[in-house]
């Protein structure tokens, strides 16, 4: 009877051994849901993009302006197109810093505010000024942020500061450019920090889901942080092989748990 006690014990502690073993292996690993995007995607669906975000600048922007008009000797526009001095011929442009007012320092005109405008408005506004002053007529004006850049931390496999050439970027492109997520990085729960004039947001957006595209942050603007939170198996994992200690902690002590069993 004690016989038949021990070896009932053995196979009990037997069983409950390899459950708690796939239960350690399985919860340290990912699943298809958590790292496929897109996931209600349906084949051959379509979306039209009826989107029409543009920037808009920002306190502390440094913008580059260039203006011109048909004229051979250039010195209509020379007033406007001011270059730094460097002991020789010529010189690179001169960039406008946006002040913590909105404004920038535009020879001729003055203080122009651009704070909360996109690039064509801000063109549209120094084209009507232009003309208001009556200094040119039918200007081309060329403008960009010269300061664009996002910022994509977290579980990526490339963080870092990244600048853009063009005037827009979305957070798909922003991931992309810093080597996608790790295996380890939750798709469900990325964070977008985006400050505007002193004023700081935070939207959390899911990447597995179709839906991210119509995030108010889908598009990202001048400066913007990416984050990109850890899973949980990222985070139990913090101090090192601590999952695989544990695993072996808890298999040494069943198993002589059951050879003492065994010999009873």
Known sequence: MIKNNSLYASLNLKSRFITLMVVLISSSCATKKDVVYFQN???FET???TDTF???FKINDIVSIFVSV???TGE???PFNLVTQDGGEGGSAIDYLIDTDGNID???LGKVKLIGLTVEEAKQLLKEKLAEGDYLKDPVISMRIKNFRISVIGAVNSPGVYPISGERTN??????IAGDL?????RDNILVIRDFNGTKTYTRVDITNKEVFNSPVYFLTQNDVVYVEPNNSAISGAGGDSRINQIIGYSSLLVSIILLTTRL
């Open 54 to 56: 543009a920037p808009r």
């Open 171 to 176: 957070i798909l492109e922003a991931l992309a």
């Open 182 to 186: 790790n295996l380890k990085g939750r």
């Open 41 to 43: 995607a349906k084949d």
């Open 76 to 78: 209509l526009t020379r």
């Open 106 to 108: 535009y020879p001729v």
């Open 70 to 72: 048909y004229d051979k």
């Open 47 to 49: 979306i039209v993009n």
